[in-house]
């Protein structure tokens, strides 16, 4: 099978395209073929070794994936051959056949295709997980997304609104913006006409926003600080920017504000059963029509290099994913 490989840590120019024995069946795990692999930010953070994990070497990329069932272990029951799945998987996913942890894979619904599926779950899970477990974000509470244009963010955005919030969204550009607009977003600032924070207060009559989605970090955080509203939160999403920012605490004193750390995976690893509940009310959202992925890019596997450069050079908009066969 063909795989992306990672053999030595660095930008994504040091992944190698390679062809590998198909993985050994193992219990408990369920045989995909892979039609399409999600491709996100932490990807590039896990094959440069910065990450919070570092799986040995080497390894093969890729946190999310979806495709079709080929073969199913003998201790695993709820999927079948020719059952249509997607897994998230950590890394591992970059390839054309996968074997994963069957407690690890949900089935999709009809009518989502495989990129949907393979840009659903990371990105709506994590910004689900934010807002209504974090956050407890409220109707007709002001949430401020920072990046609203990634695929985190694009998926804070619909949430919110399906949850009843208004929803500023913040972006680098006009494309962005306008992407952001179309998932929902009630108001727009462009990061390129200053600082942010003047702006919120006056959407927000003074007050400041009620929750803000931090994917961001760097100054866009030390901005946060200073718009955020009375009793409100901050969530600490991930640092596209590359800085990781340090909070001047007096502040979240004056503005009885929290700062709220958001780790998906390892809500997935310590709370299973209360994961679980969560997807299936993310794709019970899908099929109400409120939640659809925005797949801006579907580059076949042999560009992984150049879809993870994307993320580098903070071009990505949407959801990418890496395709190969009928996806």
Partial sequence: MKAVLCDEYGAPDVLKLVDLPAPEMKPGHIRISVRAAGVNFQDTLIIKGTYQFKPPMPFIPGGEAAGV????????????VGDHVLALTSWGSFCEELVAPADRCVKFPAGMDFAEAAGFL?????????LVHRANLQKGETL????????VGLAAVQIAKALGATVIAAASSESKLKIAKESGADHLINYAEGEYKDKVKELTGGKGADVIYDAVGGDYFDQALRCVNWNGRILVVGFASGRIPTAPVNLTLLKGCAIVGVFYGRFKQEEPEK???????IVDLYRQGKLKP?????????QAREALNLFVNRQAEGKIVLTSGAA
């Fill in 122 to 130: 990371t990105n709506f899970g994590t910004s689900y997980h934010a």
């Fill in 144 to 151: 401020l997304v920072l990046g609203a244009s990634g695929g």
């Fill in 275 to 281: 994961s679980q509940q969560a997807i299936e009310e």
């Fill in 294 to 302: 925005h797949i801006s890019k579907r580059m076949p596997l042999e």
């Fill in 69 to 80: 069932v080929t073969e199913v272990a003998d201790d695993v029951t709820g999927f079948a």
